[in-house]
């Protein structure tokens, strides 16, 4: 492509793509800014590292990060992990598979907050689950399931929201596997565990890359979930952010609001590497 077409590409993007990489840009250039005690919006503005050393000193900082990790990771894994054989399943046509697909992807249109409420619902003391324990006999009485020190309940949300999203990425890479490569191993007798770790997950990695991603990044942030049914003696990075916020403490905020922006990018290279070491080499074999 010569020189000018580029430009010709390039003037083309501009209206879309570099307004977005403008406005992006700027909104974390100011977060950053913040973060160092500039851009104060209720007195002077100074650069100092004053921000933080005291949100970097608190333990609560520390456990923050550990626990939104915990989140963000074990929900990626468990969304892919589950969306995987439901795209096998689905990836050749059958009578109601459209039907099936479409249920699947429910939760897509679904608000989180909606279904945190009715998640609550559902494990509250006299909630449903337990009615059906206690009537199944296997619980003599109803079990407090509600803010669960573990945070399972915000795992089963994140899982439940994020699966289909992860199923609607790997649907189509897993379709677009010839059936011929797949009879060959087959032929060749390799099992089914073999099958997907030498062929599927490696010819689908990208999308499995693009999907372990952006669930990362929306679990690792995420604030209702968390806010209503997570542990009341734990708090992720987003509500450690809103609580500076709500306290009108907008630098502090910000060093956390900058802490999972950095969080993100690492996370997203760390996962993309690591899908690449065990999947993508092979591919490449």
């Given amino acids: ?22 406005f992006m840009g700027a909104v974390v250039y100011i977060a950053i800014a913040q973060s160092f005690g500039l851009y104060n919006l209720a007195g002077e503005s100074g650069f100092s590292f004053e921000f933080w050393t005291d949100v970097t ?17 074990i929900s990626a894994f468990v969304s892919v992990a589950l969306a995987y054989p439901l795209a096998l399943w689905l990836r050749k046509p059958f009578p109601g598979s459209f039907t099936v697909s479409a249920i699947l992807k429910a939760p897509l249109l679904v608000h989180g907050l909606v279904a945190a409420f009715l998640f609550i619902n559902v494990i509250a003391y006299h909630g449903l689950f337990n009615q ?16 669960d020190r573990h945070a399972f309940g915000v795992l089963i949300l994140q899982a439940w929201k994020n699966m289909p999203f992860a199923l609607l990425l790997l649907t189509g890479a897993v379709q677009a596997i010839s059936d011929d ?3 060959a191993a087959r032929d060749m007798g390799a099992g089914a ?14 999308a499995m890359q693009a999907a ?8 690792l942030a995420d604030f209702t979930f968390q806010t209503i049914v997570g542990p009341t003696n734990r708090q992720s990075l987003a509500q450690y952010m809103v609580f ?5 403490r907008w630098h502090e905020a910000a060093v956390v609001g900058v802490t999972l922006m ?24």
């Fill in 1 to 22: 492509m010569t020189l000018g077409r580029w430009l010709q590409v390039i003037l083309l993007l501009i209206p879309g793509i570099g307004l977005v990489v403008f």
């Fill in 57 to 73: 000193e608190r333990k609560v900082y520390w456990r923050s990060i550990r626990y939104s990790l915990y989140i963000g990771l």
């Fill in 132 to 147: 059906l324990m206690q009537g199944l006999g296997i619980w003599d009485e109803p079990r407090r399931l509600q803010n």
């Fill in 181 to 183: 490569v797949l009879n």
């Fill in 193 to 206: 565990f073999a099958r997907f770790r030498r062929i599927i997950a490696p010819l689908s990695v990208s």
């Fill in 212 to 219: 372990l991603v952006i669930i990362f990044i929306n679990a």
């Fill in 244 to 248: 500076f916020r709500d306290s009108g």
């Fill in 262 to 285: 950095g969080l993100s990018i690492v996370g997203a290279v760390l996962l993309s590497l690591l899908t690449h070491m065990v999947f993508g080499k092979r591919r490449a074999r």
